[in-house]
């Protein structure tokens, strides 16, 4: 059973193990509850006891508000009277000459400096070099495009002129079928083609047909002129070349649409077809040039379109073909983009530059001036002054002072609204804990440190009293300290985030490694929101990644401090965690090392009711790692006399047997509750723990001393019970005063008779547990518990699974016969 015991125990933080070890059970642990004295369900056991709790709240949290008002309050101290934008009283005259630097008035233009600097920007050649391969991918696309075209002019231009030609190519196919009609058509009249042109116009109008444009006539005159000089068959094959010419221009441009990729504008159109080949080899030549000369000289981000295209256009001037400039600008003008990009190292160095460029704002008076005449708003530079000479009427403002306690008071008020709503139960050392952890923070920045120790305050209160507490009170802090304080908001935001990223993880911890891994990533977190409130807010945000790098580590200092300080105020202030428990349960704590190996039966019996409790503590959602150390230490008080118990006897003689009088055997029953609360103390066990080892006996009574009792008394005299007290065999209390206490009163008391059931069924083990539990319901033992009357009948269910699992049956193993040898 002990290697049972210690794998029960360090299997506490690891939900696998935990898994085997109690599968089957009843119930879901309620593992991630953050576990605490608050935690425990502790009714009122009287109206004594009641008035005492209530009367130390009130006294604690006004200590609070004053306490943190005081300290908070700190610039209501020494607030000037006369402020800038008030109205001056009367007319102030200077005592005397001065020459004042006015530091708030400098700062400011410093930091305009900083962040009006004009940004050094650099070439990213990576960018340039891609768009270089851009555009030579869009130029042999071109090209490719172009031959698809084919040649350019197709024909000698003393036969067809290159916008004839032009024409020709692009033309619809019936104004083409047009134009060759008319010429044949000319061709039978010898006369026209030496006719003017009104005549010919005439003629075919005389004849149905039409020509519309100046174009279409230029490209009849010139086929006809060729057609009378030369043969038949020739011409025949001058409109072939033409017809050709036409399918390939088709063709050509369906690639062009086809090579426009989706979602971008288009490199080319038609025009690139109209280029003389010439032209287009120049082209290739000359425009790679330009664009290098302008990626050269950089385009910075932001520059309009117009601007980039004017500079285009003077680059092209003068470098590439007239005719081909416009396909040019527009192919530039798709394929450029930035290429500049902000070096940050010299524009931090030129911020610098241009503040330390920046002369100190000075204000200046000589004696007897006036600085401020009565009924003029006070200038910050009439108020440098009247600070110096001390005439702002420096002292207390007491209207703003009690303004902010009344904020104060509100913010304690809601914490308290919190607490009652979701972690009832905090002693006035809570309270007092509570509001000194709050009090460090404005503290710590008055002492100057850089970071506020939000991150502390978030990581211990979530571990002591859960995630919600601790977000109200980190939350609560950050509204109030800018109202009271000086600070910076970028520390205090980023040292905000940072202890509400603690307090919600922290409660849920099972190991001191768990919480230092957590005071890293707080750390961690601190420095990423400091640097992203720093680019949200500044436009030279780089100036922060030094300061970033400094909160990160500042906040990972406080995590080493809330790690280093957290045991010494769970021990101050008697505080329950689950680290605290899980250290409490280790296997190697000193004083369950004593009880296993100087009374083992107590200890094995301390095992199986650790089982029974935990398995009903986990149905019903209380703590289970509280019942789990409660149990194992509700019997170490039989360590002062383990022999008086019989489970330690193991098979010798009884000592009570030797004793032979119940009073003495009931006062050594009774005193291992005495001397498990004096052992307990001096262990320094928490309270929480120290709970477990009255609770669990109540005032129940020693039956079978009490009925030796009266069966001695019987023996001697005539009237047998009446000097028998019944008070002087029940144990002295109190009563369970929670239902983890209450649960382990139940689980003790069934354990030896659920270990004597040996051939019993479920059913015949469920009427003996509902028969023990319904005693001690009538003995009035559970009344302050919190338990309910349906709770016990779930708990008797449980406890019999439980036996279930422990009473598995197991396969008889047939006895092997030892083999005999041949003869």
């Not at 210690?6 to 690891?14: E, R, V, Y």
């Not at 159109?269 to 120049?282: C, M």
């Not at 609560?476 to 600070?487: E, K, R, W």
């Not at 066990?685 to 120290?690: H, M, V």
Request: glycine residues 6%; hydrophobic residues 40%; aromatic residues 6%.
């Amino acid at each position: 059973m002990y290697w049972l015991w210690i794998l029960k125990n360090t299997s506490a933080s690891h939900p696998l193990l935990r898994s085997l070890l109690f599968r089957g059970q009843v119930g879901s642990a309620n593992r991630h509850q953050p576990l605490s004295w608050r935690a425990v369900s502790k009714p009122h056991s009287g109206r004594k006891a009641s008035l005492h709790r209530l009367s130390k709240p009130p006294v604690i949290l006004a200590f609070t508000v004053i306490t943190l008002t005081g300290i908070m309050g700190h610039r209501f101290y020494n607030a000037p009277t006369l402020d800038v934008g008030k109205t001056a009283p009367q007319t102030f005259h200077a005592p005397a000459t001065v020459s004042l630097e006015d530091k708030e008035s400098t700062e400011e233009k410093r930091k305009a400096a900083r962040s009006g600097a004009v940004s050094v920007l650099m070439l990213d050649q990576t960018v340039t070099q891609q768009i270089e391969q851009k555009q030579q991918r869009a130029l042999e696309m071109g090209s490719q495009l172009r031959q698809l075209a084919g040649a350019f002019p197709f024909v000698k231009t003393s036969i067809l002129s290159l916008s004839s030609q032009q024409y020709l190519r692009s033309a619809e196919e019936w104004q083409w079928r047009t134009v060759l009609a008319v010429v044949e058509a000319a061709a039978s009249h010898p006369e026209l083609p030496q006719s003017s042109s009104s005549d010919l116009d005439k003629h075919f109008s005389d004849s149905g047909i039409q020509l519309s444009t100046d174009i279409q006539k230029q490209v009849v005159a010139e086929l006809l002129k060729y057609r009378q000089s030369i043969a038949s068959e020739t011409f025949s094959n001058l409109t072939q070349v033409i017809t050709q010419a036409r399918s390939d221009y088709a063709e050509a441009i369906k690639g062009l649409s086809l090579s426009t990729e989706a979602n971008s504008p288009p490199l080319y159109d038609a025009t690139l077809f109209d280029l003389p080949d010439p032209v287009w080899k120049e082209t290739l030549v000359t425009l790679p040039r330009v664009s290098h000369r302008i990626l050269s000289q950089g385009i910075a981000p932001g520059v309009p379109p117009d601007l980039l295209q004017t500079a285009i256009v003077i680059q092209l001037q003068g470098e590439v073909p007239k005719l081909a400039q416009p396909l040019s600008r527009n192919l530039l003008m798709a394929t450029l983009q930035p290429n500049l990009v902000k070096n940050e190292e010299q524009t931090r160095l030129r911020a610098e530059r241009a503040a330390e460029e920046v002369k100190p704002e000075i204000v200046s008076i000589q004696q007897g001036e006036v600085i401020v005449r009565a009924g003029k708003s006070i200038t910050q530079a009439d108020f440098v002054l009247l600070d110096h000479f001390n005439l702002s009427r420096r002292g207390i403002d007491w209207l703003g002072l009690i303004g902010f306690g009344a904020i104060v008071s509100s913010a304690v008020g809601l914490f308290w609204v919190v607490e009652r709503r979701f972690h009832p139960g905090l002693r006035s050392r809570d309270y007092l804990l509570v509001g000194l952890l709050a009090a460090s923070t404005p503290l710590m920045v008055l002492l100057g440190v850089p970071a506020p120790n939000l991150s502390v305050v978030g990581l211990l209160v979530g571990s002591f009293y859960g995630s919600v507490l601790s977000i109200t009170v980190v939350g609560l802090l950050t509204l109030l300290l800018p109202i009271g304080i000086s600070v910076s908001w970028s520390a205090l935001l980023s040292s905000a985030a940072g202890g509400i990223l603690g307090g919600l993880i922290a409660g849920r911890l099972r190991s001191r490694g768990e919480f230092a891994l957590l005071g890293g990533v707080v750390g961690i977190t601190q420095g990423i929101i400091y640097l992203l409130i720093g680019v949200l807010t500044s436009p030279a945000w780089y100036t922060v990644l030094g300061t970033s790098v400094l909160q990160s580590l500042a906040g990972l200092i406080w995590g080493i401090v809330a790690l280093g300080v957290s045991p010494y105020l769970e021990h101050l202030f008697d505080l329950v965690t689950p680290i605290r428990l899980i250290e409490l349960t280790s296997p190697n704590c000193e004083l369950l090392k004593r009880l296993a190996e100087e009374a083992p039966g107590t200890f094995q019996h301390t095992l199986f009711v650790s089982t029974l409790a935990e398995a009903a503590a986990r149905a019903l959602g209380c703590n289970v790692e509280l019942v789990r150390a409660g149990t194992l230490y509700h019997d170490i008080g039989k360590l002062h006399d383990p022999l008086g118990f019989i489970e330690n006897q193991m098979g010798g003689p009884n000592k009570h047997d030797q004793i032979n009088d119940p009073y003495k055997s009931a006062d050594i029953i009774k005193r291992h509750v005495s001397a498990g609360l004096v052992m307990a103390r001096r262990y320094r066990l928490p309270k929480a723990i120290r709970a477990f080892i009255p609770e669990h006996q109540g005032t129940m009574l020693i039956a079978y001393f009490y009925h030796q009792a009266q069966q001695k008394a019987e023996d001697t005299r005539e009237d047998s019970t009446a000097g028998v007290q019944e008070a002087d065999f029940r144990y002295d209390g109190p009563i369970p005063q929670s239902r983890e206490t209450g649960i382990l009163m139940l689980a003790d008391s069934c354990e030896a008779a659920l270990r004597s059931l040996k051939d019993a069924n479920s059913e015949e083990a469920l009427a003996m547990i509902n028969k023990i539990l319904r005693a001690r319901w009538q003995d009035n033992q559970l009344v302050d518990s919190g338990l309910t009357r349906e709770e016990m009948s779930q708990i008797a269910a449980i406890f019999v699974q439980v036996w279930q699992q422990f009473n598995h049956q197991r396969i008889a193993y047939p006895k092997l016969k030892p083999a005999t040898s041949a003869s």
